[in-house]
C-alpha cells in the first residue's frame, strides 16, 4: 500500500471518528417573561402600584429586553431555547399573541423554540386590560389557545404528545429529546396528572431502548429551592423522582421562583432560572452531552440593543443599575410591615433588605460574606425577616449563575 492511499485511509478513519463523537447540545434557558400587550396596558398610574407590589420585574421595558434578548440568542445560536412558563404577565390572550409574534423571529433564524405553560399563562381570573386609574377583564388564553398560538414552538413539531395535558416530547437531535411537563392546563396546578405520569414513564422507556438522552423542563419546581414550598414544589416529585432515577434522568430545567438558582438531589440537578425580567436581566447557556454538562448565565446585551436602535433612554443604557433599583424599591415596600415604626434604624434595614435580594434573585451569594453585620442587624431585627434572612445565608458564598458536573 503506497503512502498517498496509507494518508487517504487515515484522513478518511479520522473524520468518521469525530462524525460518530456526540457534539454538545447547546440549550439558551429563560423563564417567566410575564410578557403584557401595550394594547391591554398604559402602564399608568395602576399598573405602576401592580408592579410596585410584586418583586422587582422591570416590565415597563419589556419589549427592549425581549428584542434584545431575542438578538444575543440569533448570536448563541443554539440548539434549542426553552422557555419553562409564565410568558404571559396574566394569561391575556392578546398578550400571548403577540409574544409569539415577537419569539418567531428565532424561527426565522432557524432556532427551535420550546414553550411551555405556568401558573400565570392558562384560565387565568386575572387577565385585565389596564388604563389609568383603572382595569377591566379581559380574554384570558384556554389550553387550547396556549396550543394553537405556540402551535411552531414545540407542539407542532413533537416526537410525542400527551393527550391529557400540554406535555410533549421535543426531538433535538439523533442523541437528545426534552421532555415538556405541564402542571397548569388543568384544574389542579402543581400537580402532574397520574395519566401524564404514565406518559413520561412511557417516554423514558422509549428512550432508554433507543439510548437517548433525555432532558426535562416544566414550569413548576422539583425541589425546595427558599422557603416557600406550596405552590412551587411540584405536589407529587417523589413520582417523577423515581422515574427520574429509574430510567437514568439527570437534569431538570424550571422556572416559577423568578430567582437564579439550582438544587442537586437524588442524582438529579434542578436549575432554576430567574425570570427575565428581573436583575440583572439575564438568560442561561446549559451545554449538554451525554450525562455531563457545563451552565452559565450571561445578561442581555440592553445597551447594545439601545445604542444599535438609537434609544436614549438612560434606563436602557443601564438597565442593571435601573434593574437593581426596581427590586431594592419594591422589597422595601413589601417588607415595610414587617417592621415596627418605632425601630430607630427602620429606613437602613429596608435598604439592606433591599440588596440582599439583589444578590439573591441574581444568585450570586458570592459577596455574602461581605455583609456579616448587615444579615445579623437584619437577623436580630424580628422573627420573620430573620428566617427569610437566614435561609439565604445558607448560600453564602455560592454562584449560581455557573454549574457543571
Known sequence: MNKFIKLTLIFFLCLTL????????????TSDIHYISKEIC???????????????????????????????VIEENPDVVVITGDLSFNGAKQSHEELAQRLRRLLDND?????????????SNMAAKFNGEEYEMVESAKSLDFYNIYADFGFKDALYEDEYSLSYVSKIDNNNWILMIDANSYANECVVKKETIEFIEDVLI???????????????????????????????????????????????????????????ENGVTEICSESLMMTPIQYGVLNVNGDKFSYNTKNVNVKDYAIRNNLEDENLLDIVKYADERIAYTNKLKFDSRFSDD?????????????????????????????????????????????????????????????SN
Open 206 to 264: 422509549k428512550a432508554q431502548k433507543e439510548k437517548v438522552k433525555v432532558t426535562v423542563a416544566c414550569h413548576q419546581n422539583l425541589f425546595k429551592h427558599s422557603n416557600f414550598d406550596w405552590g412551587y414544589v411540584l405536589i407529587n416529585k417523589d413520582k417523577l423522582i423515581d422515574l427520574f432515577n429509574k430510567y437514568d434522568v439527570n437534569l431538570f430545567l424550571s422556572g416559577h421562583l423568578h430567582i437564579q438558582h439550582y438544587m442537586e
Open 42 to 72: 398604559d402602564f399608568g398610574p395602576f399598573f405602576s402600584r401592580v408592579l410596585d407590589s410584586a418583586d422587582g420585574k422591570i416590565t415597563e421595558y419589556e419589549e427592549e429586553i425581549v428584542e434584545a434578548f431575542i438578538d444575543d
Open 343 to 403: 425601630i430607630e434604624n427602620k429606613e437602613e434595614l429596608l435598604d439592606l433588605i433591599g440588596k440582599v435580594n439583589q444578590m439573591y434573585f441574581s444568585g450570586d451569594l458570592t459577596r455574602v460574606k461581605e455583609f456579616e453585620e448587615e444579615f445579623a442587624k437584619l437577623i436580630d431585627s424580628n422573627e420573620s425577616v430573620k428566617a427569610y434572612v437566614e435561609r439565604i445565608k445558607k448560600d453564602e458564598g455560592k454562584d449560581y449563575r455557573r454549574l
Open 18 to 29: 469525530s462524525s460518530c463523537k456526540k457534539k454538545d447540545l447547546k440549550i439558551v434557558l
Open 111 to 123: 432556532i427551535k423554540v420550546l414553550v411551555l405553560p405556568g401558573n400565570h399563562d392558562v384560565y
